[in-house]
């Protein structure tokens, strides 16, 4: 059996799209033919079931975490595209995550045969204690200051819990106001995995329950999540070292904005 692969998706600033990247990464996975596993790990504003018309969930993360269910009971199979998935039970209080319940999680997927497990989780720092369970941690942002600096500080926090990260950057159109992929690099010392492009195509995935890559593969968003996870699953079956960690984040975020 093939080594499973945890991948979270974490921001520190709401609204950046990190739900829309988690659910077409894990489809383009689960269409590329691996065996894949999303779950809506948001404990306060759970939405995956939003974009894949499974809203209605009764049995879910929270019933995991609290012990009421077994990890195999709460799956349920997206309809068109076959992926598994856990939803967030969308008109439940929100709750945390105690470290019991995330070794209780961890220790039943490591006995399943998922080869990708992708987590969504809240905005915030909630739960960072997960990230010795993961592979590695996806920082979405979007291309302005407030959101670049939120995910520094993010990229900053996993790197004094020595947890391997790379970011996303997300809605980026290439506007002169818009923060480039050269400045991130200046930046961000991890690895920038992908730009992928503002598309009208994600509004009207959202609003019609169907992911994007579905909804059209031609797209730009489409094509960029594609390359993505092409390049992402190429990484982590290559068996590539992790890169050293380093410091400084806020020193060369202190001199971007200064120069």
């Known amino acids: ?5 945890i991948v979270r998706l974490v921001s520190q600033k709401g ?10 990464l894990a489809v383009y996975l689960k269409g590329m033919g691996y065996e894949t596993l999303l779950i809506d790990a948001d404990t306060t504003n759970p939405s995956v079931g939003f974009h894949l018309g499974m809203e209605r969930a ?3 993360y929270r019933s995991i975490a609290y012990g009421r269910s077994p990890l195999r009971e709460a799956v349920a199979v997206h309809p068109s595209t076959g992926l598994h998935v ?14 019991e319940a995330v070794r209780r999680i961890h220790s039943q997927l490591g006995k399943s045969d998922y ?10 720092y909630a739960n ?4 010795k369970y993961v592979d590695e941690t996806l920082i979405v942002t979007t291309p302005d200051m407030p959101s670049l600096s939120s995910a520094i500080r993010v ?3 996993l790197d004094r819990l020595r947890a391997k990260h790379s970011m996303v950057l997300n809605r980026y159109s290439g506007r002169k106001y818009e923060v480039s992929p050269r400045e991130i690099g200046s930046i961000y010392e991890g690895r920038l995995q992908a730009v992928i492009p503002e598309d009208p195509i994600v509004p009207m995935s959202i609003e019609e329950h169907i992911p994007a890559m579905e909804l059209g593969r031609r797209t730009g968003f489409a094509r960029e999540i594609a390359s993505f996870g092409r ?3 190429d990484l982590n079956m290559s068996g590539e070292p992790e890169a050293p960690l380093r410091e400084g984040f806020f020193r060369r975020l202190f001199r971007f904005w200064h120069r």
């Open 86 to 99: 856990i939803p967030g039970i969308i008109n439940a209080k929100p709750f945390i995550v105690s470290d």
């Open 128 to 131: 960072f204690h997960v990230s």
């Open 155 to 157: 990229a900053s926090t």
């Open 231 to 233: 390049s992402y699953c």
């Open 58 to 60: 009764s049995i879910g």
């Open 1 to 5: 059996m093939s080594r499973q692969h």
């Open 15 to 24: 609204g950046v799209g990190k739900t829309t990247i988690a659910v077409n």
């Open 115 to 124: 080869r990708f497990v992708i987590f969504d989780t809240q905005p915030g």
